[in-house]
């Protein structure tokens, strides 16, 4: 007789009332419960495991994690891992949970530790899925696409194809820049075991002479790379948080931009393998791009090793109650626990490290105030981070402030070697309990945590998908953490998850229905295909068929023939050319081309000097590509103002003379002082704005400096500093890179406006990623004996002892940190 298998709907219709119902309520509250509850629950998690669909497995799996847990009897945890091949569960309880002798005594116990050793995998155990996955990498030599969850390997996977193929030319897209340093400090990690000591993080590092080569890149920069030179070939992509390249939307540039360059390195190279790796991709056939024409495999993995607990409190205006969401039965359950505010719920629910999720940079750090103002110092003083922080910003920087409550904060407004430090002190100090983010912790960025409290639901303007909810919960208690022999614990296989309605959420935001919409264990992931270049053009309307072949026009500008686009309109002159190869988007270079090349003759025909200060390069700029052009960008619009132009010039002589953060910061303040009135209300952007400066602005751009008390103000000039640094960039130095390859600068200047200096040696460091401050320290005469640089083949040697005399001379620690990084020291 053949036994009928239970499903989740069945489940729900014999839920209500039942004596299962009661009991299983009681053991997600932690209450106490009867004998008879125990065993009605333990006999019910045998038939969900046994005979259950996919969701009434994970529900017995849930009832048998949580009654080990609470009873620390783990024989039940330890069976159900031994007959799901969850390895690292069962080797865990072995080593933790066992006693030896007893344990030793049995046949079966002592034949299931030797059976363990087949899934050990460097000094940790691996799941059978996770073996799985390692095998079918190891064992592809063609297109796939891995699927996994957030810490389930995914990491260690693309390093070792790195390594097992080092003959080659290899690259790793990244989603971001924080990536690029963690990516590279991974693959430096094992260079005792692989023959590996130069890694490129810049096309600027590439020399052209490479037989092989391993890079880590980001799309815009491996697009650039690629222009630079025509003839380089890649044999093997590996494509890092490859759901990615679907797009956010329709006009996603960044995802058109990656689809672009696999067109590109596809045409150049027929037989490049290319691998995507995502915890999230229900198709494999939606990562094709359709120019490229390749074939691809997969696999994936169904383990449910971590089983979430998830909690939603209003707290918007008022006191709120605390509710279990209940993902299986899709029920609220009070806990009989109502808090103050916010805070009061952190207070009371915080582990040892936790996330706080935010969804803009400006409430990361509004919050971040606010809840420190609100704690007591932390027992241990981190005197050497404050100092450290202090004396590379500003000792009114928000962030000291923060750090001496156990707080940190985290987000793309912050210098990026802060960055890469907060990630690092909040790893090793214990008394950092909180690390305030936003969805830079989506990009991949691994910090330790056991708890996530999102005060937000949004991810920029519109809710955070269930994708990106699933990702971004995915962050904590990663297998690492679980499983670490000497901090991990089983509880961690319990993550708890808490939405929280806050001040910084929408007034009509419905928490209970973005839960429900999003943890419902049935819930499934699909696919959203925005980007135009991975669809079908027969499933296109005539609009979105526009947009594709202008997408295709554009590529076939950069590199020609690479498509099947016929009649393609291209363009002729070298200054148009060179737009499309420095990837302008602020006009259609097309339609402009004429004007283009009416803008440079008449500047031409001045009979101006080669440029060789800011003013007059920026003026350039503005008379030769914005001159009668209808801009797209309002932010480069600005431009055109003469007002913006002479601030710019300002901040390129900061760029030119490698200022530090100390000395820009002291600039801005000296800069606002002399301001007055309404030249005061200054231009911060979306991310920062407060106040809209005219009836007719549709979003605050702005912050009145009026309203400001001097410690807010130096605040501003960190953030201010950073986004001009990332507008220069991002949006100025394609121009400046066309005019120097017009031979219209002079070029000891083009290289302290692209590089903060001309002296060799540095511009050396940060091609191969040093940060302007810590190329001009260790190039001292002092540090002479223990660094090597040799500015014709791009080859720098660093010696061990250069740490140390650094931390004799007593060198700020965050410079030491760099250092150790770049040494593989950390």
């Known amino acids: 007789m ?270 490049i393998v290319l691998n995507f790796f995502s915890p999230f991709i229900s198709n494999p056939e939606n990562v094709k791009v359709r120019q490229s024409g390749y074939e691809i495999n997969s696999q994936t993995t169904d383990e449910f090793i971590k089983s979430e607990k998830y909690y939603i409190c209003d707290l918007y205006d008022s006191p709120g109650e605390l509710k279990l969401y209940e993902q299986f039965s899709d029920s609220l359950i009070s806990t009989q626990s109502t808090f103050l505010d916010y805070f009061d719920l952190l207070n009371s629910k915080k582990a040892r490290k936790n996330i706080v999720y935010l969804n803009r940079p400006k409430h990361i750090e509004e919050f971040s105030i606010e809840y420190s103002s609100s704690l007591p110092n932390v027992e241990t003083p981190l005197t050497e981070i404050v100092s450290s922080i202090t004396d590379f910003l500003h000792p009114e920087y928000n962030l000291i402030k923060c750090i001496k409550k156990g707080i940190v904060y985290h987000h793309g407004g912050m210098p990026e070697i802060i960055r890469l430090y907060v990630e690092n002190i909040f790893s090793k100090f214990n008394d950092l309990r909180f690390v305030i983010t936003s969805s830079t912790l989506l990009e991949g960025v691994n910090i330790p945590a056991e708890k996530i409290f999102l005060l ?216 606002w002082s002399t301001l007055q009135g309404s030249n005061l209300f200054v231009y911060i952007g979306e991310k920062w704005g407060e106040e809209k400066r005219n009836y007719t602005d549709i979003k605050p751009l702005y912050v009145d400096l009026r309203k400001k008390n001097n410690s807010q103000r130096i605040n501003l000039a960190i953030l201010k500093i950073k986004e001009e640094q990332d507008f220069v960039e991002f949006n100025l130095l394609k121009y400046i890179d066309i005019l120097a390859e017009l031979e219209l600068i002079e070029s000891d200047f083009y290289d302290k406006i692209k590089y903060g200096s001309s002296d060799k040696r540095i511009i050396t460091l940060l091609k191969n990623g040093f940060s302007i401050e810590l190329a001009k320290c260790i190039t001292k005469p002092e540090y002479s004996n223990f660094i090597s640089i040799n500015p014709e083949l791009d080859e720098i040697t660093l010696q061990n002892q250069l740490i140390t005399e650094m931390e004799i001379k007593g060198e700020n620690k965050i410079l030491l940190f760099e250092i150790k990084f770049h040494l593989n020291e950390n």
């Open 2 to 271: 053949e036994i009928q298998q239970l499903s989740l709907r069945e489940f729900r219709k014999s839920l209500p009332s039942s004596f299962f119902e009661e009991a299983f309520t009681k053991l997600q509250l932690n209450l106490e419960l009867e004998e008879s509850e125990l065993q009605n629950l333990l006999k019910n998690a045998i038939l969900f495991t046994n005979f259950g669909d996919k969701n009434i497995q994970k529900l017995g799996y849930k009832i048998i994690v949580s009654y080990s847990n609470k009873y620390e009897n783990y024989k039940p945890l330890y069976d159900f891992a031994i007959n799901k091949g969850y390895i690292p569960i069962s080797k865990f309880i072995e080593q933790k949970h066992t006693n030896n002798s007893d344990f030793n005594d049995h046949f079966f116990n002592l034949f299931f530790s030797s059976f363990h050793e087949n899934f050990k995998e460097k000094n940790y155990y691996i799941s059978n899925g996770q073996k799985k996955l390692i095998e079918f990498s190891s064992n592809t030599n063609s297109n796939f696409v891995l699927v996994a969850p957030t810490s389930y390997g995914k990491s260690e996977i693309i390093l070792d194809k790195v390594y097992s193929n080092l003959d080659k030319k290899v690259c790793i897209i990244v989603p971001s820049k924080a990536l690029l340093a963690q990516t590279k400090k991974r693959l430096l990690n094992d260079t005792a075991e692989h023959d590996l000591n130069r890694i490129i993080t810049h096309p600027e590092m590439y020399k052209g002479t490479e037989q092989n080569f391993v890079a880590v890149l980001t799309q815009e920069r491996l697009l650039r790379l690629l222009q630079k030179n025509p003839l380089l070939k890649i044999d093997l992509l590996l494509v890092d948080e490859a759901h990615n390249l679907f797009g956010e939307k329709k006009n996603d540039g960044r995802a058109i931009l990656l689809a672009q360059t696999i067109i590109i390195l596809k045409s150049r190279n027929q037989n």
């Open 456 to 671: 937000s639901t949004k991810k920029g303007r519109g809710n955070l998908s269930v994708s990106h909810f699933k990702n971004l919960i995915g962050r904590i208690n990663r297998f690492s953490e679980i499983f670490n022999p000497e901090t991990g614990s089983l509880r961690l296989l319990e993550p708890e998850i808490f939405v929280i309605k806050s001040k910084y959420e929408n007034k009509r935001a419905n928490i209970e229905t973005f839960i429900k919409t999003r943890a419902k264990t049935e819930i499934t992931i699909l696919d959203e295909v925005n980007n135009l270049l991975l669809k079908d053009e027969d499933s296109l309307d005539e609009s979105d068929k526009n947009e594709l072949k202008k997408s295709l026009e554009y590529l076939e500008n950069i590199e020609p023939n690479t498509t099947d686009l016929s009649d393609v309109d291209y363009v002729q002159s070298e200054l148009a050319k060179l737009c499309f190869k420095n990837n302008v988007y602020d006009f259609d270079i097309k339609e402009n081309e004429s004007q283009l090349n009416d803008n440079l003759s008449n500047y031409e025909g001045t009979l101006f000097p080669k440029i060789s200060d800011s003013n007059h390069l920026l003026d350039a700029i503005n008379l030769i590509f914005f001159n009668e052009i209808e801009i797209t960008d309002n932010n480069i619009k600005r431009l055109q103002n003469s007002a913006s132009r002479r601030f710019y010039s300002m901040i390129l002589e900061w760029r030119s003379s490698s200022a530090s953060y100390k000395e820009m910061i002291g600039s801005f303040m000296r800069y």
